[in-house]
């Protein structure tokens, strides 16, 4: 296996999180420094992809601001979605051997999620008409990713124990009336978003064939937590 990076950030605003992609990724792209996985969980923010359509949003800004839900435009694929406390979200920034191989990298997100539900006894699938991961109808994760200069950044997002009300301002990820679901919801009891991170790493680990090594490339100012450390909301 290639040795990789790896970082849990802990709870961390959007702009925090993504203003750190932006430098990683332009380390990664300069050869600076090698593939890197990012683990954190955010405060709510909903985030509009590429393809994005407005009328995906249900409420308007006034609301989401009186809600205290941030907003952010950004580059990666996709449309609509939300993240918030309870939601594990992981950004790996890797150099693609190829550019064509972009649609195998998404599907390799899928089959890591698939794999770390699976340690719960959670059976989930992809979807050949949308990114992601699914129980039977309702939507577990939601994948995001951009690639420039060969190389990835945004990524994944696995409903923990999400407070899925949120969901309920947008169509989520431009998919009007779907159900979204979480492991705390599937399992009918509590999982912290501390219990999904090992799963999810092993998992990553197997799929991508690479060993990740623990280390802060976290900006100063940023409070980085440990593997284990409980993160998800009170």
Request: charged share 20%; aromatic share 6%.
């Amino acid at each position: 296996m290639t040795d990789a990076l790896f970082e849990d950030l802990g709870r961390i605003g959007y702009k925090g999180a993504w203003d750190l992609q932006l430098r990683l990724h332009a380390e990664r792209v300069a050869g600076q420094r090698p593939d890197t996985l990012l683990f954190c969980e955010h405060d709510p923010v909903l985030t509009m992809g590429k393809s994005g359509k407005g009328q995906n949003l249900l409420v308007s800004q006034d609301e989401l601001r009186r809600r205290g839900v941030e907003y952010y435009a950004v580059e990666r694929g996709g449309d609509l979605t939300f993240h918030g406390p309870g939601q594990l979200v992981a950004y790996p920034i890797f150099k693609l051997p190829r550019l064509r191989e972009v649609q195998a990298f998404v599907r390799k997100m899928e089959g890591a999620i698939i794999a770390a539900l699976a340690t719960f006894g959670i059976e989930a699938q992809q979807r050949a008409d949308h990114a992601g991961a699914f129980v039977r109808d309702a939507k577990i994760a939601s994948i995001g990713a951009a690639v420039r200069s060969g190389v990835t950044y945004h990524g994944l997002a696995l409903d923990v124990c999400t407070d899925l009300s949120h969901f309920q301002l947008i169509n989520p990820c431009g998919m009007p009336g779907v159900a979204v679901t979480s492991i705390s919801r599937e399992l009918g009891r509590e999982v912290s978003v501390a219990d999904a991170k090992t799963p999810l790493l092993d998992a990553m680990t197997e799929v991508f064939e690479l060993n990740f090594l623990l280390q802060d490339v976290a900006p100063q100012g940023v409070v980085a937590r440990s593997l284990n450390a409980h993160t998800s909301a009170q």
